[in-house]
């Protein structure tokens, strides 16, 4: 039994993982999640067993973006709210000779983005560029207020773009956090930033790992389903 040739996915291998999961992202995108030395033979098996939930999950996915689409709007920006840090920025644009496009910050939060600016993706990129250096400056210092208050050092942090996860911990404390995380509530952020801690103290999802970030999160449970529907606060063009 093979997979049909409709359904494009991507498998990767987790080592905290236990059981092969299926997720499907905003833009439709199919993941494979298997834990190591599971055998990727199985996986088209899978998947084709698994095409009709796909095929819903798509279309959810589709939905949402409709839904993304009229809560934020569509094309670039005026201005952004950052509810991490309680920011809103102003996006100016300017048009000049250069083949690229640059944005520049200044007072008052403003950010001004010159260059190509008839070219949507040259733009987006460079906004894209600016988010992620913004949640280095801001969020990193949040994360390690957070690890020494509640005595969970790690070892690094770095801020990364990625469609499926918000953080991860490897085996050697160091921490890699999404810089969407810039758009959530702060008690969201700080729900990813102790959950990715504490498993510096507990590698796996095990139930003695929700016990521990009880410890330090008494809401945790709240906060996750929360996060479920996180991605209505992240607008379009960060996609």
């Known amino acids: 039994m093979s997979a049909p040739e409709s359904i494009a996915y991507t498998v990767r291998v987790s080592p905290r993982a236990k059981h092969v999961r299926l ?5 439709g995108e ?11 033979k199985r996986v088209p098996a899978i998947v084709a067993d698994r095409a009709d939930w796909i095929a819903l999950a798509r279309t959810r996915a589709l939905e949402r973006r409709a839904m ?10 005026a ?15 300017r048009a000049t000779a250069a083949v690229s496009v640059t944005a520049r910050a200044s007072s008052g939060n403003l950010l001004t983005l010159s260059g190509a600016i ?9 906004l894209r560029r600016w988010v ?13 207020e957070i690890s020494a208050s509640r005595d969970l050092p790690h070892t690094t942090v770095r801020f990364r773009w990625q469609r499926t996860r918000w953080g991860s911990c490897s085996a050697k404390g160091a921490i890699s956090l999404n810089a969407k995380l810039l758009f959530l509530p702060p008690h969201l952020v700080r ?5 990715e801690l504490c498993h510096t103290r507990v590698m796996d999802h095990s139930a003695r790992f929700w016990a521990f ?11 996750r389903r929360e996060l479920r529907a996180s991605w209505l606060h992240v607008p379009g063009w960060v996609e």
Not at 132 to 144: N, S, W
Not at 191 to 195: G, T
Request: with cysteine; hydrophobic share 45%.
């Open 23 to 27: 997720t499907v992202s905003r833009d």
């Open 30 to 40: 199919v993941v494979v999640v298997v834990p190591r030395r599971f055998s990727v």
């Open 68 to 77: 993304l689409a009229a809560a934020h709007g569509e094309g670039l920006p």
């Open 79 to 93: 201005e952004v709210v950052l509810q991490a840090t309680g920011e809103t920025w102003r996006f100016a644009y």
């Open 118 to 126: 008839d070219d949507h993706d040259a733009c987006t990129t460079a």
């Open 132 to 144: 992620l250096r913004h949640a280095r400056e801001q969020l990193a210092p949040m994360l390690e």
């Open 191 to 195: 729900y990813v930033m102790l959950h």
């Open 213 to 223: 970030l009880g410890e330090h999160d008494p809401l945790w449970q709240r906060h």
